[in-house]
């Protein structure tokens, strides 16, 4: 790999210890993909997680004395302070999240605790290269936007924003962003819950690929692709997309196939939608709980949870995760007081895969969201899979 | 720095009494371990139980095999931007990582937990070796040199 002169130096530590790990990092992924060189990044995003890795890395970094020349927006952890008044955090728990907190301050993040970025502090441009992690982000930055990133670990994002660079190879590079597999939507979208079913379907028949949809209408929500994207990334590593009529790269079936023809062909039906979520559902009954915001909702998902909730009382916990932005809206616009005033909860900075859920453990619970249902099995969390009606429904009766 | 000299459908060759074939270095390092292959699905290393290298995914090809120790033979990763780093991390607290791993598409979540967590990791095996490879098998893993022993059990 040809690196500058400037690369070469944060390769051999003229910068530090940190700079040089992260330069090492990159240097051998891009040498694993075949990247000729490094390209500038002006975006980056890391999906900080709070597990053990995650602080070992980013102390190693910041012990190394690295800080970003790029500033990341990173992801939530837990909202310690909040959690704090409603159930109890280990003393463990209390000191990973204080030092995770506490190493992306020092390395010059900035401290958003978002999962969705591209819909506020982190929005790029058509075709600017960045280097975006979490699943939900990357697909929509290179398919919503026509923004460049590969499907990067949280720490190879970190390594980026700390050198200020990426590899060039991948979703970087023109050619291999065209599509390859003709995806024919027949099912009917009708909320957008299904596009979460439609996201976790499409990998399993079209193995890790570009896929190109057709019959997505052009008037699709922003929580619609948000869903779409955070499954096929869950699902099966599907790290970018085209809507024909819909995505900046697709404006037309030739567009997104840049010429030529589709390497497959596949259509989705209304079953493949409901085996989907039989599947991946737990067994219907009693339920302890319903949780939300996997990826954070959008203010608009938050009223319409108020909108159904208002002036009833709630039979098992509701809980909504978000950014504080959003929860300072729905504090502005009324939605906190009616769902808190039927016994919910809006959290923000706070991802559902963390441990101050330990109190849901062994228990079951509904949530929209089947990347919320996967990553909670190792914390033995159950999940039954509906809309979000469905879901309150659920947890005005207690039961599925 | 490219690896000009490994082809993308290396050749095999018999060597003491192992089948040799080329591959690609993505992680550096040398590993012999007893192969278990999954044939068909990805692998996501955070739903695997760290304490016994069991695979907990329901429905996965692996489910209720340990990858412990193991040289890992599958066809990639997959699963979110943290979650893969976090399974070796554990996996290997525990010892239980695998020895080294061999897969078929690469993306860049898996390589830069098997860079960080330095687990031998190889792509780019000919489909001989493929159809030759069965669990069991003894695996001798050379990513630094980009070469690969199979002893049949």
């Avoid at chain 1, 040809?2 to 990092?25: D, N």
């Avoid at chain 1, 390395?107 to 699943?135: D, H, Q, V």
């Avoid at chain 1, 379907?201 to 896929?211: A, L, N, R, Y």
Wanted: hydrophobic share 40%; aromatic share 8%.
């Amino acid at each position: 790999m040809l690196l500058t002169r400037e690369e070469q130096s944060m390769l051999e530590g003229k910068y530090g210890e940190g700079m040089a790990t992260a330069m090492k990092v990159l240097v051998a992924i891009g040498e694993s993909f075949d990247a000729p060189r490094m390209v500038e990044i002006t975006r980056a995003h890391v999906a900080l997680s709070n597990q053990e890795a995650d602080l070992w890395f980013v102390e190693k970094l910041v012990s190394g004395g690295a800080r970003c020349v790029v500033s990341p927006t990173v992801n939530p952890g837990f909202n310690l302070e909040y959690f704090e008044k409603v159930s109890h955090i280990s003393d463990k728990d209390t000191d990973v999240i204080k030092r995770t907190r506490k190493a992306y301050q020092t390395i010059g993040a900035t401290l958003t605790y978002n999962c969705t970025p591209y819909l506020e502090k982190n929005i790029p441009r058509f075709g600017e290269y960045t280097a975006f992690s979490e699943s939900s982000a990357t697909p929509y930055i290179n398919s919503v936007y026509g923004a460049r990133t590969n499907r990067e670990a949280a720490q190879s994002a970190l390594c980026a924003a700390v050198t200020g660079r990426t590899p060039y190879y991948g979703y970087l590079i023109d050619e291999n962003r065209k599509g390859e597999v003709l995806v024919e939507v027949e099912a009917d979208l009708k909320d957008d819950f299904d596009y979460n079913m439609l996201g976790y379907c499409v990998p399993e028949k079209t193995g890790v690929t570009v896929p190109v949809f057709t019959g997505i209408p052009k008037d699709v929500t922003p929580e619609a692709l948000m869903n779409l994207g955070a499954q096929l990334n869950t699902a099966g590593a599907v790290a970018m997309y085209h809507i024909v009529g819909v995505t900046p790269e697709a404006q037309t079936l030739e567009d997104a196939f840049h010429g030529e023809t589709p390497k497959g062909r596949v259509s989705i039906a209304n079953r493949d939608l409901q085996s989907m979520k039989e599947i991946h559902s737990a067994a219907t009954g009693k339920i302890d709980f319903a949780l939300f915001g996997c990826p954070h909702f959008t203010i608009r998902q938050v009223e319409q949870i108020a909108g159904l909730i208002t002036g009833k009382e709630l039979k098992a916990e509701l809980w909504i995760c978000t950014s504080s932005l959003t929860r300072t809206l729905a504090e502005r616009m009324g939605f906190l007081q009616d769902i808190e005033s039927a016994g919910g909860h809006i959290v923000d900075d706070t991802c559902i895969d963390q441990p101050c859920w330990h109190h849901l453990y062994g228990k079951k619970g509904v949530t929209d969201s089947p990347k919320c249902a996967y990553y909670t099995k190792r914390r033995n969390m159950e999940f039954v899979l509906r809309n979000v009606e469905e879901c309150i429904e659920a947890v005005l009766r207690g039961e599925v | 720095m490219f690896d000009q000299d490994i082809t993308q459908h290396g050749s095999a060759s018999r060597k003491r009494g192992g089948l040799q074939f080329d591959c690609h270095k993505i992680a550096g390092g040398y590993a012999v371990g007893e192969a278990l292959v999954a044939d068909n699905d990805s692998i996501c290393f955070y739903l695997v139980d760290p304490r016994t290298g069991i695979v907990i995914e329901k429905n996965h090809e692996l489910e209720g095999q340990s990858i412990a120790r193991k040289v890992l033979i599958f066809p990639g990763g997959k699963g979110s931007s943290v979650v893969q780093l976090d399974g070796l991390y554990q996996l290997s607290l525990y010892g239980n990582a695998p020895k080294a791993m061999v897969i078929r598409h690469p993306e860049t979540v898996l390589v830069a937990s098997a860079i960080i967590m330095e687990v031998p990791l190889v792509d780019r095996l000919a489909d001989t070796f493929y159809k030759a490879v069965k669990s069991g098998d003894q695996v001798e893993v050379n990513a630094s040199q980009g070469i690969i022993t199979l002893v049949k059990r």
